[in-house]
């Protein structure tokens, strides 16, 4: 059974697909190719798994095939030209179409090439870890890391499409589907407490992978994601609740050294921040606290950063962050599951308390 869902963006408006078989389905791709000249982007990991179903499901069109290495530590401008010089080589013009293949590392990076290339040509998200799927593969984002900060260099530039195979959380390791549950876990937190309470209830299934939970999961997950970036595409309101966790996250991925730490695991410890400063600040009851605490170790992530991290360098990393506006740090903190806002009011004594300082 397929589900699709539409992200709303007038023209620019896009489904997803969430299903099993989906990879090797001509009907899901055909619709979304801008002619007939077709990269598709991939790595190391994917590439020997899934590169030839999606290259027959394409049969009949130009298919030039690219695959990087994989990790997050590649996921860099050096890295980002080698697409460049495909797509420049192969002589691909303003109407070809770029497919990403693979996780959150693949989907940025080709997403920035496809935003960039002619300055913009088309592409499609095929994403095959539980992170791409329920986050990155939506909503337009795209980019490559600096050393002095994760995501910093990036454009908007959303999808014709997304293709969500299930089938592909199969072969994913234990990890990365933990790293996954974290983006999941956030959207119960920031706007679905219901979805929270489902999640409080499903874990074990979730981890087990089991085929339904899994995809109710998914769903439910673009779909929060969905309602968001339709009433917010750019980023200049409510789209930055998205964020829960990940100016803490992102300050531990780069001081810890790309790649070193999942941004899933990241992510998870910096909600888990964000969920202690917002009780510092009498927002969140102890008791939710508990709850997020607990759900997030129960994923199978950890719930603290690296100690070698002291709170004055995570303060530093955090300083450079998308979120900053007129040199004021801003948070995505906690008035209760399902409550979240983005706020500069707050103790900068209690913000070194929860960074362990």
Known sequence: MTTTLNVPLGARSYPIFIGTGLLVDPACYRPYVAGRQVMIVTNETVAPLYLGAVAGALDGLRVETLVLPDGEVYKTQAVLERIYEALLGARFSRDCTLVALGGGVIGDMAGFAAACYQRGVAFIQVPTTLLAQVDSSVGGKTGIN???????????HQPRAVIADTATLNTLPD??????????????????????????????????????????????????KSEVVAADELESGER????????????IETGAGYGNWLHGEAVGVGMCMAADLSARLGWLDPADLRRTRDLIARAGLPTAAPPELSAGRLLDLMAV?????????????????????????????????????
């Open 146 to 156: 600096h050393p002095l900060g994760k995501n910093m260099i990036g454009a908007f």
């Open 175 to 224: 990890r990365e589907l933990c790293a996954g549950l974290a983006e999941v876990i956030k959207y119960g937190l920031i706007r679905d407490p219901a979805f929270f309470d489902w999640l409080d209830a499903h874990l074990d299934a979730l981890r087990a992978r089991d085929p339904a939970a899994l995809a109710e999961a998914i769903r439910r997950s673009c779909e929060n």
């Open 240 to 251: 930055a609740l998205l964020n829960l966790g990940h100016t803490f996250g992102h300050a």
């Open 321 to 357: 962050d998308k979120k900053v506006l007129d040199g004021r740090l801003r948070l995505v903190l906690l008035r209760g599951i399902g409550a979240a806002v983005v706020t500069d009011q707050f103790d900068p004594a209690h913000l070194r308390a929860t960074l362990g300082g």
